[in-house]
């Protein structure tokens, strides 16, 4: 046989042999985080997206297809506990079968505490800082919408970069390039956001849930409460009429509703008021799946704080 035949023989074997030759199979639970992974993976691989649309992580009902791509995974990247409740048993039954990245308890990520429902104190939150990944802490303590703050996004591309990087140290280059490219778009839309909501930082409004507290400690906005404590479960009279006598008393200029919940709550809250409403879209439910979907979803949430908060 001819010495380049040979060695092309050869060199086919070794890369079909290497460790990882083929693209991992990763798993990512909801679509934000699944922008960052797929970011970070670029062209070495394409994750799975388990929550797509407009459902909510709180409710979702796995399908079969999606359960058997959960067993076959190398990597399941999710939030945690009390997010992707859909997920926690699957999660606790795959054993060592796939590398488990649960990202609320990664060392670095900063987390801000839950608040009651209705009307909050006007005392700034206490940040935690998990620093050694002990886990010690209560995973209903915390609000975990830990994606909606652009540091927490450029932690959960380092910590993604360093676990695919442990899985698969072939393509560390790679991974290493894609996470400092990430990072850099991170902080320029952080920026361009700053910069857009610096006018409105001072304007009341309330949300529908308690799930914005990172976006609004990253942009320093006024948010006066919750119309949902649950958002699974509506709020009773005495809450509603809390909150109605809140929007004179605070100078409430926007109710925010959501994409995954009914907007007619909403009207109760601010009739006969001049209240404005507009949607928030935590989830990145109305955007197109992929590595651009963060910056999509965050640009998204930019413009309608920045819109209902206004002048016009």
């Known amino acids: 046989m001819h010495k380049a035949t040979?060695?092309?023989?050869?060199?086919?074997?070794?890369?079909?042999?290497?460790?990882?030759?083929?693209?991992i199979d990763v798993v990512v639970s909801i679509k934000p985080v699944h922008a960052l992974v797929a970011g970070v993976m670029g062209?070495?691989?394409?994750?799975?997206?388990?929550?797509?649309?407009?459902?909510?992580?709180?409710?979702?009902?796995?399908?079969?297809?999606?359960?058997?791509?959960?067993?076959?995974?190398d990597l399941v990247v999710w939030v945690g506990e009390n997010m992707e409740t859909f997920l926690d048993r699957p999660i606790a039954n795959l054993g060592s079968s796939a590398e488990i990245?649960?990202?609320?308890?990664s060392a670095g990520m900063e987390l801000l505490p839950s608040?009651?429902?209705?009307?909050?104190?006007?005392?700034?939150?206490?940040?935690?800082?998990?620093?050694?990944?002990?886990?010690?802490?209560?995973?209903?303590?915390?609000d975990l919408h830990i994606w909606l703050d652009p540091g927490n996004a450029r932690r959960i591309v380092d910590v993604v970069a360093d676990t695919l990087i442990r899985i698969d140290p072939g393509r560390t280059?790679?991974?290493?390039?894609?996470?400092?490219?990430?990072?850099m778009r991170i902080d320029m839309?952080?920026?361009?956001?700053?910069?857009?909501?610096?006018?409105?930082?001072?304007?009341?409004?309330?949300?529908?849930?308690?799930?914005?507290?990172?976006f609004e400690h990253a942009?320093?906005?006024?948010?006066?409460?919750?119309?949902?404590?649950?958002?699974?479960?509506?709020?009773?009279?005495?809450?509603?009429?809390?909150?109605?006598a809140a929007l004179a008393e605070h100078d409430v200029r926007c109710v925010f509703t959501e994409p995954q919940f009914e907007p007619d709550l909403i009207q109760t809250v601010i009739e006969g008021s001049t209240v404005r409403t507009a949607p928030l879209d935590p989830l990145g439910a109305t955007v197109e799946p992929g590595p651009d979907a963060w910056f999509d979803m965050m640009r998204g949430l930019g413009d309608a704080v920045a819109g209902c908060l206004g002048d016009a």
């Open 115 to 142: 608040r009651e429902g209705g009307i909050w104190s006007d005392e700034e939150p206490e940040v935690h800082v998990d620093e050694h990944d002990d886990h010690g802490h209560d995973h209903g303590e915390f």
């Open 43 to 73: 062209n070495t691989g394409n994750p799975r997206l388990m929550l797509t649309g407009i459902a909510s992580p709180h409710t979702y009902q796995m399908r079969p297809s999606e359960a058997e791509a959960l067993a076959n995974a």
């Open 6 to 23: 040979i060695c092309a023989a050869l060199c086919a074997l070794a890369t079909m042999l290497a460790p990882h030759a083929r693209a």
């Open 101 to 105: 990245l649960t990202l609320h308890e």
């Open 173 to 183: 280059e790679t991974y290493r390039g894609n996470a400092d490219t990430m990072r």
């Open 189 to 214: 839309l952080e920026t361009s956001l700053g910069v857009q909501l610096a006018p409105v930082r001072q304007r009341a409004f309330i949300v529908f849930h308690d799930g914005y507290s990172y």
């Open 219 to 244: 942009f320093d906005l006024n948010s006066k409460g919750a119309v949902a404590v649950d958002p699974a479960r509506p709020p009773g009279a005495k809450r509603l009429a809390e909150l109605r």
